[in-house]
């Protein structure tokens, strides 16, 4: 079976044949992308996009978080972006791509201008996020070293199939909705660390609404966008993966960042948290830190030398300092200018090695912290492990309600009554 039959034949998956816990694990994302977004709402890019929309005019139809309506392309490109202004939303290691901040505004804006149910949104979302993660582990890692943001990419096609689903479009004009989309993604990850990374989740969203929208009036495209000649993969991958065969949902492996940092950092953070607590570990204590990640993340979050609060966000040297400081790296607020010009922060950071391993994988970290009195702790984490439903629950909603306070578990109350819920209800709560 082709890539692209395998898509089209996700895309049109009866909704009977949806795994449950697949379904549990789309309601985890809806929450947390909701509250990402919420948090968002005041952060400069959030605003400037809010206003640049707003000036364009157009059918008010779907919400855009801390705005009013807009038209449903629109809504997703503002959404995408807001979501993704903190950094702090779900990561898919499998072909490594935020899924909800560019499928998500995607299937809300248009489940909104078509008045769908909540459960129908969530399922759309489903299916595009699937489909995401499949063509993203097709494209590979050479796709994302190459310098492509597959937040954007992979994501755009993700969106297209969750808003073709929600349009209802037929085989046919699914095919020519990705092929569309494979002339529209786009995403580079030189914009890391400035407003063009959350801009590229917006980018993925937008294109979604787009290119369904524009199948669903009769657009044609390239018959095979994917895989065809010159297509999307050949063009874009080094070397593309075999695609995985259908059968388990891939997307269910999707990780929840409990930092406000690259999810890359996060078995790092885990680890050294750890070992503060079981030794009373604090900076003063280290002679050095040696820390072996997985390549790819040399090239995302190793910044030697912050300049601004969000280029630490992608710093392994001033996160380690973070961790051993006291210094909360779950909150947003903690990621300041200022701490980025710390000479604290500066003078530890030249205590720490990172080497790039090929035999550790991107969700894990292994390493040693030497101490000055000549004392070794060697620790190690692995994201790969699922969390148990009750525990994930109770810290995405501790997640939320330090960013957005007693709004965290209202949130939580609409998410908790999808059943009885349309998309436009979930709308008034980004408003």
């Not at 795994?19 to 959030?46: Q, T």
């Not at 759309?124 to 494209?139: D, K, P, Q, T």
Request: proline share 4%; net charge negative; with cysteine.
């Amino acid at each position: 079976m082709t890539l692209l039959a395998q898509i089209l034949d996700l895309a049109a998956m009866p909704e009977g044949n949806i795994p449950a816990s697949a379904r549990s694990m789309a309601r985890f994302s809806l929450f947390d992308w909701l509250v990402c977004g919420r948090a968002g709402v005041d952060e400069p890019l959030a605003v400037i996009l809010r206003n640049y929309i707003g000036a364009e005019g157009g059918l008010p139809v779907a919400s855009v978080f801390g705005g009013t309506q807009v038209p449903a392309r629109a809504a997703a490109l503002v959404n995408g972006a807001t979501s993704h202004a903190l950094d702090y939303d779900d990561t898919h290691f499998g072909h490594v791509g935020h899924l909800s901040v560019g499928i998500y505004p995607a299937a809300l804006a248009v489940g909104e201008a078509l008045g769908a149910s909540a459960s129908e949104l969530v399922d759309a979302f489903l299916i595009g996020a699937e489909a995401s993660v499949r063509i993203g582990m097709v494209l590979g890692a050479g796709h994302y070293n190459r310098g492509f943001h597959q937040t954007a990419t992979a994501g755009a096609f993700g969106a297209t199939v969750a808003a073709g689903r929600l349009y209802g479009l037929t085989r046919d004009q699914m095919r020519m909705a990705i092929g569309l989309c494979a002339t529209r993604a786009s995403g580079l990850k030189s914009q890391f660390g400035t407003m063009g990374k959350p801009y590229n989740a917006g980018i993925a969203a937008s294109n979604g609404v787009e290119c369904a929208g524009l199948a669903r009036a009769g657009f044609t495209s390239a018959d095979d966008g994917l895989m065809g000649a010159q297509g999307f993969v050949l063009t874009h991958a080094d070397v593309p993966h075999p695609s995985p065969p259908p059968g388990a949902f891939l997307f269910e492996d999707v990780k929840y960042k409990l930092h406000a940092c690259c999810h890359g950092t996060h078995a790092m953070i885990e680890a050294l948290a750890a070992l503060k607590h079981a030794h009373n570990l604090t900076p003063e204590r280290v002679a050095s830190i040696h820390l072996r990640t997985g390549t790819r993340w040399l090239s995302v979050c190793d910044i030697k030398a912050p300049r601004t609060g969000l280029e630490v966000k992608f710093s392994y040297n001033w996160l380690a300092g973070m961790v051993l400081a006291g210094i909360p790296t779950a909150s947003d607020r903690a990621y300041t200018d200022a701490l980025a010009h710390d000479d604290l922060m500066a003078d530890f950071a030249t205590k720490i090695t990172i080497e790039g391993d090929a035999a550790v994988t991107d969700m894990q970290a292994v390493g040693q912290v030497q101490l000055k009195d000549g004392g070794n702790l060697p620790f190690a984490y692995d994201l790969a492990a699922r969390l148990p439903h009750t525990l994930l629950e109770n810290r995405l909603r501790v997640k939320a309600t330090g960013l957005i306070g007693a709004e965290g578990e209202q949130i939580w109350a609409v998410v908790a009554a999808l059943d009885n819920l349309s998309a436009g209800d979930l709308g008034k709560r980004l408003r």
